[in-house]
């Protein structure tokens, strides 16, 4: 079948075009980002004593560069460092899309314009990132007394919010976990869309595999925060809002966990269900599920412990549970009593985790 | 299409990912209850080839009939209509260690079983008899219950064995079925697949690596090298020089002792 040949091979052209295009928008950003790192630089240094002999903030600092013009010479930089590659050896683009061509891995990287880079690079980072994060290590280390009455309150803990703060741990600890439940049906049903063996054999699979992965990752970029608010203003304030806002954030998180899972069973199984004449949902029933009960097991407890976490940030915004009471008290300057719920939810998530721990040990 | 014929394979070629060639230009024709045993290094297109064979992997040249009816041109329920027919056993075993030695072998009959019981797990009565026979018959009686990686490799292999005989098939597809397995116990195993050849009168394909089994099993030998077929005969034609040919001047030495 020539035509087979045929498309092969043009899918291949289309296949190296397209790493080529990678490459060069890999290389665009890095170029693009060390000619900011620089220029953020040069004005930092400049600036450092303005007219009213105040230090320039790192926000004006990073206000005032000129992306659009830095963006247009990476474009032009990066084409001419892929055009001219015979010369001055491949870029970092290259190397990270497609790797290095065989005749350069050899060469010694203080040998290759590309070693030069990376290096200058990473130490631009961390010299930019120092200057924008304000490091400011004088105040580290001489301020502490400014925040000494809350370390106080935090390690003299108050009884008057004990009760109420094991009433609403209890809530937390449920909270999370209908948030893992709920998760737990429509994020099995998922993993197998998003998973990439499964989802290879036709057109409409590979479209559900992106839709699903697309969806996820995009659910999974929002704050369970955000969540929370979205949820807060649809039920109203209280731990029903809590629990859907977790419940959201966990169907996005335990759908890539599983979908990893199946995306690493053995292929054995599946192809000796398959050779039976089985139809897909006994394949995956007998071919998938079995080998994949005892990691999305332990996935679900993993993702119980850190909804119980997220929950504290949750009830901060009125999603119900003991972050709920914990905002006020911090409002207030109530320290001592910000102490005994902060102590509170210490020992739950370590008993948590070392619970969970346990748990996953066993079945595994 | 003549007679006889359990499998036709015409112009057979397999492309992986568009750059490794597997199999080329292969013509064959395995005629009922023939034991044909492949020949070939690892890497020749042997597994390629039985996975052709039943569409576990899609060719991308030529054309394969099985009992007449092609199943290169075959889809959904057609497609698994005739996977029916023809059982598969593994060099892993490939059986799912999670489940039941019984549960793994009523996984053979998962092709005509009904969908939602099979779901649950659940199967006729007849049928789980007739599993638990199969069970005895490749010498594991009594050992239904026992999940399936707790059997040893023999066993894990035996119980394949029993998955493929409850499917009911008219073909078997053995790939390296004893590579994995003792010397000692690579006999029990292949005269169990032997009994389906010559007792219940199946048609078998069979790779194989140690020549000693080829001679004492086949009745039929071709030989895979670098994807194409290289050499066809009876056991008994197999010597120095035809074994020189397909698996090349290196690799005598080591194979030297079982010619």
Redesign the interface.
């Given at each position: 079948?020539p035509r087979?040949?045929e498309l092969?091979?043009s899918?291949?052209r289309f296949e190296k075009n397209i790493a080529r295009l990678q490459a060069l928008a890999a290389d665009a950003i890095l170029i693009g980002t060390f000619g900011l790192m620089i220029e953020f630089l040069v004005v930092v240094f400049s600036c450092r004593r303005g007219p009213t002999g105040l230090l320039i903030t790192s926000e004006e600092a990073l206000g005032v560069l000129h992306y659009a013009w830095m963006a247009a010479g990476a474009v032009i930089l990066a084409f001419a460092w892929n055009l001219f590659a015979s010369w001055i050896g491949a870029s970092p683009g290259r190397a990270l899309i497609r790797g290095v061509p065989e005749w350069e891995r050899e060469i010694d990287w203080t040998h290759t314009l590309r070693g030069w880079f990376t290096v200058l690079f990473i130490e631009m980072t961390f010299f930019s990132g120092w200057l924008i994060t304000e490091v400011d290590l004088p105040s580290f280390f001489t301020k502490f007394s400014k925040a000494s009455n809350i370390v106080h309150g935090l390690v003299h803990p108050s009884g008057a919010v004990l009760h109420q703060g094991l009433v609403l741990l209890v809530q937390t600890v449920f909270l999370a976990f209908m948030a893992t439940a709920f998760a737990i049906p429509p994020a099995f049903a998922l993993s197998f869309a998003a998973a990439r063996n499964l989802t290879r054999s036709n057109r409409f699979s590979r479209l559900m595999y992106t839709a699903v992965r697309t969806g996820m990752n995009f659910t999974r970029a929002v704050e369970p925060l955000v969540w929370a608010l979205i949820f807060i203003s649809w039920v109203g304030i209280g731990p029903f809002a809590g629990v859907l806002a977790l419940w959201v954030h966990s169907i996005a998180a335990l759908t890539k966990l599983y979908s990893e899972s199946v995306e690493s069973i053995d292929p054995?199984?599946v192809?000796?269900?398959?050779?039976?004449?089985?139809?897909t949902?006994?394949i995956l029933?007998?071919?998938v599920v079995?080998?994949i009960?005892p990691p999305y097991l332990s996935f679900t407890i993993y993702r119980w412990d850190i909804n119980v976490r997220m929950s504290t940030i949750i009830g901060f915004v009125g999603g119900g549970g003991i972050g709920y009471i914990l905002k006020p008290r911090v409002d207030l300057g109530e320290w001592g009593q910000v102490g005994t719920l902060v102590l509170l939810i210490a020992v739950t998530v370590w008993l948590m985790d070392l619970i969970s721990a346990k748990i996953r040990e066993r079945i595994v | 299409m003549s007679e006889g014929l359990a499998i036709r394979i015409e112009g057979l070629g397999k492309v992986f990912d568009g750059r490794i060639r597997a199999l080329s230009g292969i013509d064959l024709e395995v005629r009922e209850r023939e034991f044909l045993v492949v020949l070939g290094l690892s890497g020749s297109g042997k597994s390629t080839l039985l996975r052709c064979i039943n569409r576990l992997i899609d060719p991308t040249e030529g054309r394969i009939w099985i009992f007449g009816e092609e199943i290169t041109a075959a889809k959904g329920a057609q497609l698994r209509r005739l996977r029916r027919q023809i059982a598969m056993i593994f060099q892993q075993f490939n059986i799912v260690r999670r489940h039941s030695a019984v549960t793994n072998v009523l996984s053979g009959t998962l092709g005509r079983a009904s969908l939602l019981p099979s779901l649950f797990l659940k199967f006729p009565q007849s049928e789980q008899e007739r599993a638990v026979a199969a069970l005895e018959r490749v010498g594991l009686g009594g050992r239904e219950r026992h999940r399936a990686d707790t059997l040893s490799g023999g066993q894990q292999q035996r119980v394949a064995i029993a998955r493929a005989l409850l499917q009911e098939p008219k073909l078997i597809l053995a790939d390296e079925p004893v590579a994995s397995l003792d010397p000692a116990l690579r006999h029990s195993v292949m005269r169990h697949i032997e009994a389906l050849n010559k007792d219940e009168g199946l048609t078998v394909v069979c790779s194989l690596h140690d020549v000693d089994l080829v001679r004492r099993y086949a009745t039929r030998v071709v030989a895979l090298r670098d994807g194409h077929l290289v050499w066809q005969g009876r056991p008994h034609d197999l010597n120095r020089d035809t074994y020189k040919e397909i698996y090349g001047t290196e690799a005598e030495p080591a194979t030297n002792a079982t010619i």
């Open positions: 079948m087979g040949n092969i091979r899918s291949q054995g199984p192809e000796a269900i398959t050779a039976t004449g089985a139809g949902l006994q029933r007998y071919g079995p080998q009960i | -």
